[in-house]
């Protein structure tokens, strides 16, 4: 396939899924939770969080129909579509980033550690929970319902989904999770162990401490050669642009649509870099682009319109769900010789329809599961703060 061919269909993906989103808007029970979404928040960056779990979703198309043909789970060679996998990652976690330090710059260089725990847990948890527990129903099914995994790995298995994501759970039932779920947990690994340090990172939030903490980053980042540091430090990103924002909070880009051009311009640029080094595609392209988004650039107007937050509100859904959907629709619903035999134009068509069903289904667990756990978070978390 053609990059071209590629590019346009990931075009395609992202109108379907943004009507989608306009038509759910239609029911009361969509819009309703939209309106009530008071957080303080950037909007522009809420509005982007839904195309990057969407990316993913296109991304992982490819591969998932790739397994079915090769029985290999491997990147696609098209450079354009294995970015899209990897390169919003890079930015979900510059949004963490964002986000978190922003509450620590904003509450003196402090964290609340008891309040932001329990946020935490009600907004990841559920959702996790709900969502491997399905992976390991259909691991137990596609073994015919039969105990074929020794007690070590279940034991192990049923620990981490108590850690709710802390730690990866690749087999249960000697069964590979990856194809069921597209492995797409791997990131709140990065997540947790953010939340974990920020309380004492927090202590940096101050402008001039900063300055020594990312320093102290970079340097590590440029002299260990410990891989993982790569995605860890991209949560850097975020907090320089939380920086930006708190010192220069009447700053507004033009509101011209060259502002957006050009961070097109350097999104895709990033699509098509080396992905080796996923720090130095950070800090070379997301770095300008990010900070752009967060003083309000909206990609000519996508971002602020309400099917775009809408998708965005329900993020986390596509991001966990999507590779489920997949695993059910390809492999149950055509079955494994139909896909593998599909061509590019018949996918396409295939892959438009998953959209529908991955934006709807993942819609719903927003407002059944995501939203009733983060209002009760937000009350347990301010009785806690209370005390």
């Known amino acids: 396939m053609t990059t071209l061919a590629a590019m346009g269909m990931f075009a395609a993906v992202m109108i379907v899924a943004w009507w989608t989103a306009w038509l759910l808007l239609k029911f009361r029970t969509f819009s309703k939770l939209l309106d009530e979404d008071t957080q303080d928040r950037t909007i522009t960056l809420d509005g982007i969080r839904g195309f990057l779990a969407l990316s993913v979703f296109f991304h992982h198309c490819f591969v998932h ?29 510059a949004i963490t980033g964002f986000l978190f330090w ?14 932001f725990a329990v946020s935490r847990f009600f907004r990841i948890a559920p959702l996790f ?50 194809p069921i779920t597209a492995g797409v947990t791997w990131t709140l690994v990065y997540e947790w162990v953010f939340y ?25 980042l440029a002299i260990s050669p410990i891989g993982e540091l790569n995605y860890a430090s991209v949560f850097l990103v975020g907090m320089i642009a939380a920086h930006l924002i708190h010192e220069f909070p009447n700053a507004k880009l033009p509101k011209e649509n060259w502002p957006s051009v050009a961070v097109t311009l ?30 309000g650039v909206d990609l000519f107007g ?14 986390y859904s596509i991001y966990l769900l999507h590779g489920i959907i997949l695993y ?24 438009l329809l998953l959209t529908v069903v991955v934006c709807v289904a993942s819609c719903i667990a927003y407002a059944v599961i995501e939203r009733p756990m983060i209002a009760i978070g937000r009350r347990v978390a301010q009785g806690t703060k209370t005390r």
Request: net charge positive; proline share 4%.
């Open 129 to 178: 929970l709900v969502a491997t527990l399905v992976a390991f129903f259909l691991a137990w099914q596609s073994t015919s319902f039969q105990w074929q995994g020794d007690s070590g790995e279940t034991y192990v298995a049923v620990t981490r989904l108590l850690m709710f994501g802390a730690f990866r759970i690749d087999f249960f039932n000697g069964v590979d999770l990856v």
């Open 266 to 295: 350097v999104l895709l640029g990033a699509m098509f870099s080396s992905q080796q080094r996923p720090s130095l595609v950070a800090f070379v392209y997301l770095l300008p682009a990010f900070i752009a988004i967060a003083f």
């Open 196 to 220: 974990a340090f920020l309380p004492i990172l927090a202590w940096f939030a101050k402008l001039s401490r900063f300055v020594i903490l990312g320093s102290l980053i970079l340097l590590l």
């Open 302 to 315: 996508v971002l602020r319109t309400r099917p775009a937050r809408l998708l965005g509100a329900s993020s």
């Open 102 to 115: 922003s509450r620590a710059i904003r509450g003196g260089a402090k964290i609340n550690v008891r309040s």
């Open 328 to 351: 059910i629709f390809l492999q149950f619903g055509l079955g494994k010789a139909r896909v593998a035999g599909l061509e590019t134009p018949a996918m396409f068509g295939l892959m």
């Open 65 to 93: 129909q790739y397994f079915l043909e090769f029985g290999a789970w491997i990147q696609p060679r098209n450079q354009f579509i294995t970015s899209c996998g990897s390169v919003p990652v890079l930015i979900f976690f």
